[in-house]
T-cell receptor, first 113, second 113 residues
Framework: GAGVSQSPSNKVTEKGKDVELRCDPISGHTALYWYRQRLGQGLEFLIYFQGNSAPDKSGLPSDRFSAERTGESVSTLTIQRTQQEDSAVYLC???????????FGEGSWLTVV | GENVEQHPSTLSVQEGDSAVIKCTYSDSASNYFPWYKQELGKGPQLIIDIRSNVGEKKDQRIAVTLNKTAKHFSLHITETQPEDSAVYFCAAVIYQAGTALIFGKGTTLSVSS
């Protein structure tokens, strides 16, 4: 597609439920990133995929968070047993090669009630 | 790992004035420093970047300077306009090392007319 596409754009879920957030990177981009942005805060690195290499999961805040990516296409970020502190915008980004221009999607706004 | 500090957190200027945002980084191996602009409800967009082999880069009203010795880089916006109002993020990464961008906490710029 023309840009990074994320879905859903907005999600309201009850505390304790699982949620899945989807990211479609720009076609041909080998690198894919997930960031979390709490209201009025900066971008917190979560996980990074690069081609077929093992992902860098060093930013995942707890074992309730996981992400998968099939080849060089779609990625899914899963949050299990959601908590109110998980409320944030989850931003996905992709790039064509190490460190080249990174393009962000519009984000998925998650609200846990 | 890399740590990026950004100042100020908020900046208010009059239309036509200049605005300067400063960032410092901790990892001397970092060699790629992009700046992103984020408007309300949207994903961050790249506005300018600089690599460690140059000390300054300019694009119309925006410029970035880099001091590798001091490990700091700055964004300069001249002749500010109301549409420059947004949150600005700096970031640092080791280009082609297969690592993710680490962002500063952001600067909210308000340009009043």
């Amino acid at each position: 597609g023309a840009g990074v596409s994320q879905s859903p754009s907005n999600k309201v879920t009850e505390k304790g439920k699982d949620v899945e957030l989807r990211c479609d990177p720009i076609s041909g981009h080998t690198a894919l990133y997930w960031y979390r942005q709490r209201l009025g805060q900066g971008l917190e690195f979560l996980i990074y995929f690069q081609g077929n290499s093992a992902p860098d999961k060093s930013g995942l805040p707890s074992d309730r968070f996981s992400a998968e990516r099939t080849g060089e296409s779609v990625s899914t970020l899963t949050i299990q047993r959601t908590q109110q502190e998980d409320s944030a915008v989850y931003l996905c980004a992709s790039s064509s090669l190490f460190g080249n221009t990174i393009y962000f999607g519009e984000g998925s706004w998650l609200t846990v009630v | 790992g890399e740590n990026v500090e950004q100042h100020p957190s908020t900046l208010s200027v009059q239309e036509g004035d200049s605005a300067v945002i400063k960032c410092t980084y901790s990892d001397s191996a970092s060699n790629y420093f992009p700046w992103y602009k984020q408007e309300l409800g949207k994903g961050p967009q790249l506005i300018i970047d600089i690599r460690s082999n140059v000390g300054e880069k300019k694009d119309q009203r925006i410029a970035v300077t880099l001091n590798k010795t001091a490990k700091h880089f700055s964004l300069h916006i001249t002749e500010t306009q109301p549409e420059d109002s947004a949150v600005y993020f700096c970031a640092a990464v080791i280009y082609q090392a297969g690592t993710a961008l680490i962002f500063g906490k952001g600067t909210t710029l308000s340009v009043s007319s």
